[in-house]
């Protein structure tokens, strides 16, 4: 029987494709703990981050009515491979971005996006058909420029200026070289072209598998965004493999998968190395792994389940959870954000700004297992009383028992829990 109240969790958090720096991530995610503790009337505290070239990590305490909770926060550090893809020359990026795009076509992923998520292939299809309407435009004003001087040389040469031109308006004005620069990150690595971050890769996977061997932690805890999902899932298969190597038992991990990209790569042919990894991870019985979607996130895909999709349907992983992000935030604060696809889609691992069934916050920092909290239909929303008082554990029949006068426990205690998948 497993713990359900945490006094110490371990959390590695692998963002999406976002080129943000840790001490932005921090400052942000300072920010937000505020908010969690304002709407779970919660005392928290966090330290200044230490930076290390692949990772990021600070300390968070969390304090409530009879319980208590320190949580070690490792940020998996990739967004200087963002940067490094975004700094190149834009006559690399171009051809580049249109071959990995075209490679996502001929590979079949796009007819696997229509038939899973229209939303999701209608994403795939803006930056191609943003990107073919500058060519077009571009070579319009090559042709006028070819006729008006009476040479193909100098018409060429405005064609090309007009590509340039057009292609930094449009990446200033709808982001077009970041989603080029994404889409030829998420073919390098499915293609198994990412050698720069295989190191990382495994050594965050011997970090994650010494954690959970080491009984410091409670609770070891993986929060993946979007394509760094496809990065969380290498990791954790990393994790398993390290300590099948050694003679020993695979680790117990959580594995939260939130507005996940792994349909982005799995759907394609050639995506083999991340199907493997799926697979494996999908197969191990002490890894509990969740899939939370949500409907108004045209950027994942709603309802499916990731391994059923690509034809791997196995024991019952990832558990599928979907969740309304409206119901996260005020109808003002939600109403502001709604027509800006990209804010919405970073709601699952933003701050809340008023009680909800999920909470990102309440799964770094708070008193309940994130498994605990994923499966519960609500939540911590009947688990924790208005002044932040744990009010009800989930006991293992689905009901709840009262909880502890005091949930400061010792490391060796026990409380009833939900058992594992």
């Known amino acids: 029987m497993d713990e359900t109240v945490v006094t110490r969790r371990r959390v590695y958090h692998v963002a999406g494709f976002d080129p943000e720096p840790p001490l932005a991530v921090h400052a942000r995610f300072s920010r937000g703990l505020g908010r ?3 709407v779970w009337s919660v005392s928290t505290e966090v330290t200044q981050p230490v930076v290390e070239d692949d990772r990021a990590r600070w300390r968070i305490t969390s304090d409530g009515p009879g319980w208590h909770n320190e949580a070690e926060f490792h940020l998996f550090r990739w967004d200087d491979r963002i940067t490094a893809l975004h700094r190149r020359p834009l006559w690399r990026r171009i051809p580049e971005g249109a071959l ?25 299809l803006f930056p191609v058909l943003a990107f073919l309407g500058i060519l077009a435009l571009a070579a319009f004003i090559g042709v006028l420029a070819a006729g ?4 193909a040389l100098i018409g060429g040469a405005l064609g090309l200026a007009a590509l340039l031109g057009l292609f930094l308006l449009a990446q200033r004005h709808i982001h077009l070289g970041l989603l080029f620069d994404d889409w030829i990150f998420a073919r390098h690595v499915m293609r198994g072209r990412q050698d720069e971050l295989d190191g990382r890769i495994l050594a965050a996977g011997a970090d994650l598998a010494a954690a959970a061997r080491s009984g410091d932690c409670d609770e070891v805890v993986v929060i ?3 394509l760094g999902a496809v990065l969380a899932v290498q990791i954790v298969d990393a994790a398993i493999r390290h300590e099948a190597e050694a003679g020993r038992p695979p680790p117990r991990l959580t594995l939260l998968t939130v507005g996940s990209s792994i349909l982005k790569l799995g759907l394609h042919r050639a995506a083999k190395r991340l199907r493997d990894a799926l697979a494996r991870v999908s197969a191990c019985e002490s890894v509990f792994w969740a ?4 409907r108004s996130d045209l950027i994942n895909f709603y309802t499916r389940d990731p391994m059923a999709a690509m034809g791997m349907p196995g024991r019952a992983s990832p558990l599928v959870k979907p969740i309304s992000l409206r119901r996260l935030l005020s109808p003002e604060r939600y109403g502001a954000i709604r027509m800006n696809p990209y804010k919405v889609h970073c709601l699952f691992v933003r701050a809340n700004d008023r009680r909800a069934a999920y909470d990102y916050f309440m799964l770094v920092c708070g008193p309940l297992r994130a498994e605990t909290l994923i499966r519960a239909q609500e939540g911590a929303m009947g688990l924790i009383g208005a002044d932040g008082q744990l ?6 029949d689905g009901g709840a028992v009262p909880a502890p006068a005091d949930a400061r426990l010792d490391a060796g ?5 939900t058992d594992g998948p």
Do not use: E
Request: aromatic share 20%.
């Open 100 to 124: 990995a795009l075209a490679d996502f076509v001929t590979g079949g992923a796009l007819w696997g996006y229509f038939r899973h998520s229209w939303r999701y292939a209608l994403f795939f």
């Open 391 to 396: 009010c009800r554990v989930p006991a293992c």
């Open 36 to 38: 969690f503790g304002a």
């Open 291 to 294: 899939d939370v979607q949500a």
């Open 148 to 151: 008006w001087s009476g040479s």
């Open 224 to 226: 993946a965004h979007s």
């Open 413 to 417: 205690a026990k409380i009833a829990g």
